[in-house]
């Protein structure tokens, strides 16, 4: 084992570690995906391949490639190619129209494009920069055939492999999405601890950075195989995961909340025992989801906080979480963390704030062709990610809001998901999310935008209850004005609910949105 691990790392700071577990278990399936299967040789033969491909048609060391693929077994062969190439990679969100799409193309520079035909947005998109086209279906104008492309270069390991690196964009509050671009990309494989009998899902998009990190890169960086989802199926999950006895998982809270949703007799019927460890982030998640999901599945959930971008290293176990329920987590070091109030001063404990996070040593970040945006985000070798949070007295963090969230009325700041996490406890409500909407004399009241358990009908009897339900634990201030029920809330691929859009129409035709 200990030989092992020296290969590992050695492997890994080259951008090979898909040579290595085709060495070590080259005919046992790395990727289970609705397709079909690829075992760890096929993987690794068709990274070789890749390089190859791009070094015929001109790219070198340093230079893009942009990703457009839904969660299958080619996601992990161009990303590997890209990783032992030096290349940087750019994965689109594939749930972006042609306009987003080509803008993050030109955007980051990509000179080679591998797209899916069944996402006609890359197809459409106009990248006069990119040298080479390669499809994932036949038929694609001014493409090549992933298949039939591969098929003429050497599968043999490559004998100069350089270690790549990736950049993902931001959804973004206003204006366009920006590459969050780290050099050192060895530093962002955050592989979680786990055994070689380890069993991954991605049940996430494979492009956002979390599945990416926690999923994809963490099963390549471990040799475990990794099961794909296309598509979220409550019961379908469980079925996936009784079927190839999953062991690891990350998930966001609305998939927490579609789990528990599901029937107790639907949930009885599958053996998910083998599952030993969970993690999530990327959105709150209410305290009444997570203590239900923990009653379930046991002790097996644990959290993290950070951004795209980075963050100070905030990780929170079940049993942690239990003892001081809706923390992200305890501040690793002294330094990790700074909170700052509007004028730059610090807080004090138990005040919310600002979350400045320290910069690292190892892979900062820095928003791609983008300095002012880079400038304004840094504070003293500090950055934000816009957050709003506090320090209780043990020095664990909580998380009130963001910035950009921030309603403000009468001059109040208030912080929507602290309410969001009291009205989430009413039986009817599946999921909320409050907004400031426009008052005349207050400037802005708080609504809130709601969607509801199977069962339960929208009526004005059932806002007033929840309304009255949501006052018993909150100030007056915070107490939402008033309630809309709507059938779905919009969510970035990570699953946060994309506060943003919810609120826009409700300011439409005003010259100011405050």
Sequence with gaps: MPELIDRLIDSSAKGMTASLWAQVKPDVIAVHDPIGTRTFRQINDNANRIVRLLRANGLKEGDAVALLCSNRAEFVEVLSACLRGGYRITPVNWHLSTDEVEYIINDCDAKALFAETRYKSSLEASTPNVALKVSLGEGAEGFRDYDKALAEFDHADITDPTLGSQMLYTSGTTGRPKGVYRKASAALMAPTPGAPDDVQLCAGPAYHAAPLAFDVRSAMSQGNPLVFLDRWDSEGVLKTIEKYKVTRAHLVPIMFQRLLALPEEVRAKYDISSLNY???????????????MIDWVGPIINEYYAGSEGGAGFVVTSQEWLSKPGTVGKLPTEDALRILDDEGNPVPKGVSGTLYFKVSPIAPFEYYKDPAKTAAAHRDGYFTLGDVG???????????????????????????????NEIIKHPAVEDSCCIGVPNEEWGEEVKAVITLNPGFEPSDDLAKEIIAFARQNLAGYKIPKSVDFVDELPRSPAGKIQRGKVRKPYWAGRAREI
């Excluded at 963090?397 to 602290?418: C, D, H, K, M, W």
């Design 278 to 292: 969970i993690i999530h982030g990327a959105a709150p998640c209410p305290p009444e989801v997570k203590k239900a």
């Design 390 to 420: 506090y320090l209780d007295e043990d020095n664990y963090l909580f998380l009130t809001g963001r910035n950009a969230e921030t309603i403000i009325s009468g001059g109040v700041n208030i912080y929507p998901q602290e309410i969001d």
